[in-house]
T-cell receptor, first 111, second 115 residues
Framework: GENVEQHPSTLSVQEGDSAVIKCTYS??????FPWYKQELGKRPQLIID?????GEKKDQRIAVTLNKTAKHFSLHITETQPEDSAVYFC??????????FGAGTQVVVTP | DTGVSQDPRHKITKRGQNVTFRCDPI?????LYWYRQTLGQGPEFLTY????????KSRLLSDRFSAERPKGSFSTLEIQRTEQGDSAMYLC?????????????FGPGTRLTVL
């Protein structure tokens, strides 16, 4: 089955700096890669996603890149702000179309 | 509120008791997923439905867990003979379409504490 590894587990950045989170997956059939943000005590919410026919996608300060050959994808947050502090989860679909989530990255943005 | 809802939000029970949770997905969403999340971990897949059909159940899930979606709308997750290791947040999510490559919208979760 699908296995998703996410690094780092924690990430501290100064406000205004960039943050990068990396994920690798094992199932070559995976074709959809969402990223979710979960604030403390709240439900996970989608922030950006990418499909396998696209190498990069950007939405304002957030971008995701996908390397299908290497089976890894990354989340990039530029000009970080305190409200970006949260846990971020990557996920990949398996051949049945269900998500396998990474273990999460705790991002702390310090003013 | 047209989002995914779950009930109850919190459940405290004694070891050995049975508990049942309910999830109401976004109207007309075909797929409904159940996950379990423990502190510091990502959501762990338990089972999912496409309409009323249960398509897959995690191999890690013991026979004490059962889920239903009788009319293809709301779903229930039952845990029989609860154990302390069942303490976790149980999340429900729903999505449109049938391929699985669609955004999953999560509910607020049911936090289970087994004493």
């Amino acid at each position: 089955g699908e296995n998703v590894e996410q690094h780092p587990s924690t990430l501290s950045v100064q406000e205004g700096d960039s943050a990068v989170i990396k994920c690798t997956y094992s199932d070559s059939a995976s074709n959809y890669f969402p990223w979710y943000k979960q604030e403390l005590g709240k439900r996970p919410q989608l922030i950006i996603d990418i499909r396998s026919n696209v190498g990069e996608k950007k939405d304002q300060r957030i971008a995701v890149t996908l390397n299908k050959t290497a089976k890894h994808f990354s989340l990039h947050i530029t000009e970080t702000q305190p409200e970006d502090s949260a846990v971020y989860f990557c996920a990949a679909t398996d051949s049945w179309g269900k998500f396998q989530f990474g273990a999460g990255t705790q991002v702390v943005v310090t003013p | 509120d047209t989002g995914v809802s779950q009930d109850p939000r919190h459940k405290i029970t004694k070891r050995g008791q049975n508990v049942t949770f309910r999830c109401d997905p976004i109207s007309e969403h075909n797929r409904l997923y159940w996950y379990r999340q423990t502190l510091g971990q990502g959501p762990e897949f338990l089972t999912y439905f496409q309409n009323e059909a249960q398509l897959e159940k995690s191999r890690l899930l013991s026979d004490r867990f059962s889920a239903e979606r009788p009319k293809g709308s709301f779903s229930t997750l039952e845990i029989q003979r609860t154990e302390q290791g069942d303490s976790a947040m149980y999340l429900c999510a729903s999505s449109s379409g049938t391929s699985g490559t669609d955004e999953q919208f999560f509910g607020p979760g049911t936090r289970l504490t087994v004493l």
